[in-house]
């Protein structure tokens, strides 16, 4: 159903500190946990719909998880190694592509079928990335057949799995977990090279949960290893970076605005966008530093007078999922913005490169589409209020809603369902904002 969304009046200056928990992090909190042999509790739980499916497949699964969603708490008590259950039902991700590719590796190891699944949009998601060097181990796994592989993907018990080593020939998070998760059950080592650095919050997790893994520069290698929770305390899960970036952006796009954004998650495979933006010349202050398993600390941002760059290749995998968000700062800077060498945006919830188009576009902006980026020149000129086209993308969709704050210019957007997948509290927070 279509929405119009009037951009509020903003008080001058704000302190956040409702950014939800990180959507990485809370997927795999659930499930190396679940495959530990004791119990782990977590804070900050990111009670989102796609962690929330992630959570219910693990149940599914016969793990016993407790949920406290007023607290943002869950206990799981994880069943070990080799301790999962069939299920009869098919396993239902929703719209999560990191549930699906991640929780795959984890099935291709069972001694049992299982189908997993998604919405209608997953189901048009490419998973042989994941499903070709799974089969290269010995993995069982049909899916939907035309140029690609689609879900449902059916997985059947393979007793012949072996450790590879995989090049991956994009660096990704998601297809690097996947097969870390696979290698967990294999007697052989399992070695994925990464072209370049990507999120690591599985290695750090894994690790964690004493996993018996190694990471060599671009090689990661992970052997069988029983999983479990050292700590007798609750583990925090920091806030989502890639949310707070969104008001980030926001603070330094705005024409009179400071925020102050509290505990954000602060891991280095994470967190490049704030270089990105202080290159472009963002006032963006970083303080009170904290670290458990992951880094956190408070960030606060003011207007600011930003001026586009070409974006550095070497950290494109990194901030991969802010591009969108990126993006709308670029249309507040002068000169071109250039960014390149992501090609991957192609593969996530949706086309984002063609959605980043369409986006800047409806707002009458200048940007070039190329293969693997765009080059965006700064400038817009709104001649009517917006239509946005979200192809079902969270990120699109609030990308364009930071785009009609700063602007202050209304827009239409297809749909806002797709936010709930990654931020409940998205518009909770911006009402709090006036």
Sequence with gaps: MAFLFTPLKLKHS??????????????RAI???SLANNTTTFKGFLFSEDCLNTLKIFQQLGVSI?????????????????????????LDVGNSGTGIRLITGILAAQNFESVITGDS????????????PLKHMGAIIDGQQTNDIYPPLRISPSHVLKGINYTMPIASAQVKSCLLFAGLFLKEPTTVIQPDFCRDHTEIMLKAFQATL?????????????LANPFSDPITIPADFSSAAFFIVLGLIHPNLSLTLKQIGMNPTRSKLIEVLQAMGGNIIVSNHKME??????????????????????????????IPILAVAGMFASGTMILSQAKELRFKESDRITQIIKLVQAFNGSIIEHDDGFELTGGFNIQSSPKIDTAFDHRIAMSAIIASLASGCPITLDTTDCIKTSFPNFFDIIDGLG
């Design 121 to 132: 949009s997953i189901q048009k998601r490419p998973m042989k990335r994941i499903v070709d």
């Design 214 to 226: 190694t990471t060599d520069t671009h090689r990661i290698t992970i052997e069988q290893s029983e």
């Design 31 to 33: 499930i190396i946990a």
């Design 66 to 90: 407790a949920v406290d969603s007023t607290k943002k708490i869950v206990t799981v008590h994880g069943v070990g190694m080799h301790g999962l259950k069939p299920t009869e039902t098919f």
């Design 14 to 27: 704000n302190i956040i500190d409702t950014i939800p928990g990180d959507k990485s992090i809370s997927h």
């Design 293 to 322: 398993i992951e880094p956190y600390a408070d960030i606060t941002v003011s207007s600011s007078n930003l001026t586009n760059i070409s974006i550095d290749e070497s950290v494109i995998p990194i901030i991969i999922d802010e």
